[in-house]
């Protein structure tokens, strides 16, 4: 993620007119020598194995939390008490009391705060966004169904990363991916009122990464899947799972209204589907839009049609 | 339905070698002139207007009934006592109870029965079946996540048919569409041990056929979402909707076991696209099988291949 | 392709309604237990080894030709000659010569004549027709782009079957498949004024079927491929190739036309793809169009919306 | 072009690990002001209006040409000349007379030099060439059919740009995307030997982008068509338009060998379709295989798997 997040705040002055110049100034890491190899390699100023200098550090105006997520509440409120702006990678903690003493912590400090749910700004999602507000879909959003499906441990022997245990993780895929979908069904839809949801663990106990011959619990879920109803009547569902074979990065949703309908898939991140119940009889079907024309969000910053957004 | 199902009967000895030789005696509706009228078109010896003359005809072994839902039941208890074999469409009744009755009858008098879910029989999902029971998704099935979706109801002006009743229909999606659903985890699963469901009627009141200025309540579910477990341990995850824009006939399910994947659509039924997880790494993808080689079930009786079966 | 017309003469009036009733009189073939046989299986009521008797039998109106190309023009003239309608498979001839000869003669015998470019009558295709005759791709048509693929001959062992021989199928790929093609061109464009095309025969000796250790040569194309321009100035491309791994019967074209395309594959043979340049800008995308509603072409004598053809 | 190299330039050393290290000295453009900003944007040291400071500032190394094409030969020559490594935008020249000029000169120069044929390097691309040298599509390959289409001038008040004019460009369609296919057709298959070709100009007159009111002629092709033949027998067909409503930047193939076929196309500029004849019969179909393993091309540097590279 380090890397991924390096290579935005390189990029977006180079696409986007930002209202002020961007200096990356320390990464910091665990490893002393990996770090500073990073930092050169990524085009950071300096590095540190220590968050908290960079915590106390003037210069440094916003913190941006990339680390697992056990340490997100203590970076997060240290950041915002000493009045840094406070970006933090999701899930913005492990439960919800953590979640709630980092909303306090940074509401008393009054500090630019946000959860990197990046999904929002994928032009496709961010031009459902539009489409929905206009009213594109119709008054009325019936279904909200979707699914984050991934595969990377679906093998038996994958070891006990700390993505797979509770204390470091909070959760399993509920947290590391279905967080995403929640955020874009709030953000697309509504706020969700109530939900019946499973979760299961279908691998238990998973080998060390430090010793294969021993195997430990995985006290995390491994898949979990959702029912419920929005705010405004909408039905939800949507699963989030890392046991679906061929699924690399699925995050799909497909949302129905009463005048038309859209599909998104991660996998094909340049692509919305649109069914529009208006388009003349005999003529309909799920339009393949490219997200890739200079009408599109963001996209006229980038590069010509067709030629796709990574 | 009766056209399928006609159709059907008619061409059955054409395509397979079967143990006995088909007649089409007698087709039975409502309106005489119609009913008479479909018997020429359809291929039909006879008709009538009067059920029980099909029950107590001594010439005639098979009953198919495609009624409406509140039919079922009566026809198919009567048809059983008189000794007939006993084909019903799904769904099988209108609730638990009639159903239980119609079981009791067709065990007491011993005939043949069967209830109409014909897309265990579409090649495509016949070869998921073969390919399951071979072992090729592994040992285990992780995940069974379905959607039977369609449109035809979503116009709000759309009126008050039977399906909509729950006099006639029982139930709205659940019976009309997740009935083929949860027939075809059955089939491809296992048993479901637990569920947990929501219903929704978006539309509640629809213009009645007769008078479009009098709008009537509607009983029954536009939609169904649900999740729960089966007896082996793999996750159910399924919706019915006919609230979809743009999904016509949208019988989908995608399963996700230890070793690959399988998705279906119904809309493109000549496909089954499968992910093998023991295919050479960098060389993994779902695969697109064009279900009409010969080897395929039941496709050596139709066309050549690439010509797809409808 | 003699089950396959059987079929046609069968269903045609159970779902169309015809000026005249059909009996489907005399089935003829070259063995006669089998022959026999396939007249009891499709439901012909006699057969024959002497397609000479069914050219003589005044009962007979239509003489139907599904037999190899070689024969083709010797049944044709004398049907014609005989006064009957005459349909004949394509490619209609092994030559221009041959072709020429027969259409002299049914124009002479002034009977009514039809070679059986059944792909016309393909819902999809069929609309696709509509859409080009209402302006729907503008006045003018840049590009017509099509390929016919398949690979049922791409092993080098497949045998030495008629179709691979010019004396019986006059041509290879290019009569076989690629005639489709043309008469698709001709139907949804125009006549073609000039044409530049190459020809490849990539396995050029075959095991006999009767004793495989004997190779003996190919004399048809397996391939064709092809550039030229229409009388209306559009642009021809065309391939059709037998050696293609992975298509079954990808009877494919895409139009190009000054206000929009269409994109048609015969694999997948109840879609559409329909891309509009009058669509709102940033809502373009080409329509995923399922041919399966009551007001396409031919459609509302099938099955309901989303219940695809064969 | 400028920002895509520029970016190329920036990018390329975060990613991978290059044996020089990235100076961007200096960004050429015609308008003082304007290329100064770009300057800043972009992440270059300095800026000019004259090409001529390139070529003799000691402190560059590598002259990258990115001008419109009128102009390559000039400056690539130039820069020869001058020892620089000359780095060129395709097509490398207006014709072959200029293209061999330029060839000479940096071979007498002795100078690295490179043509911006920069699709072999998408890792989908890379991956098909992989797998074509290690013999998964078998011994022969037997057709390269080709495609690259855009829309960007399908409407005919689009102006008379300086790609549409000879003297600038030297050639239309051809030049501007048809290379980009030839490339790959080399680096993919073989040297070409023969072809066939037709071009086409379907809009004669265009506006001039000072005055509307003035149509001037359209000198280079809108579209151009061809068939052929590679030294080892593979069958070549491409077709190059910018009249293809829909296809915003369609580089396409599909490759059929022995044993197998591959399909791509840039669109979807992520995944790599391969059907393998050597897969067990009846679980035949392409594989849509996502390109973004970390076995794949180039992918190890980049993102996760599923996370797609623009």
Tied chains: 1, 2, 3, 4.
């Excluded at 038309?260 to 309909?284: C, H, K, V, W, Y």
Aim: with cysteine; aromatic share 8%.
């Amino acid at each position: 993620m380090g890397k991924a997040h390096s290579n935005a705040w390189r990029q977006a002055p180079r696409f986007f007119d930002l209202p002020a110049e961007i200096r990356m100034a320390t990464i910091c890491g665990r490893d002393r020598a990996a770090t500073s190899r990073a930092a050169s390699k990524l085009g950071w100023e300096s590095s540190t194995t220590d968050w908290r200098t960079v915590i106390t550090d003037p210069g440094i105006d916003i913190v941006d939390i990339c680390t697992p997520n056990d340490l997100h509440a203590e970076i997060a409120i240290a950041a915002a008490r000493a009045g840094k702006a406070v970006l933090c990678e999701k899930p913005l903690a492990r439960d919800g009391r953590e979640a709630a003493q980092m909303v306090e912590a940074v509401r008393r400090a009054r500090v630019v705060n946000m959860v990197c749910h990046n999904y929002r700004r994928v032009p496709a999602i961010a031009l459902a966004k539009q489409m929905i507000e206009a009213g594109e879909l119709g008054d009325r959003i019936y279904h909200f169904y979707a699914r984050y499906a991934q595969d990377w441990i679906g093998n038996e022997k994958f070891p006990l990363v700390w993505r797979l245990q509770s204390r470091f993780a909070g959760s399993g895929a509920l947290g590391d991916i279905g967080s995403h979908v929640i955020d874009l069904a709030r953000y697309l839809v509504d706020e969700i009122d109530d939900v019946s949801a499973m979760s299961e663990t279908f691998v238990k106990r998973r080998p060390l990464k430090t010793n294969k011959d021993i195997r430990a619990r995985v006290d995390v879920d491994d898949a979990v899947t959702v029912i419920g109803r929005f705010r405004n009547g909408t039905l939800l569902n949507f699963e989030a799972t890392r046991f679906a074979h061929g699924r690399k990065n699925q995050l799909s949703f497909e949302i129905n209204g009463g005048r038309g309908s859209l599909i998104f898939d991660l996998e094909e991140m340049n692509r919305l589907r649109f069914f529009s119940a208006t388009d003349p009889i005999g003529r309909q079907g799920f339009r393949d839009i490219l997200v890739t024309e200079p009408t599109h969000p963001y996209v006229a910053r980038w590069w010509p049609p067709g030629h796709v957004v990574g």
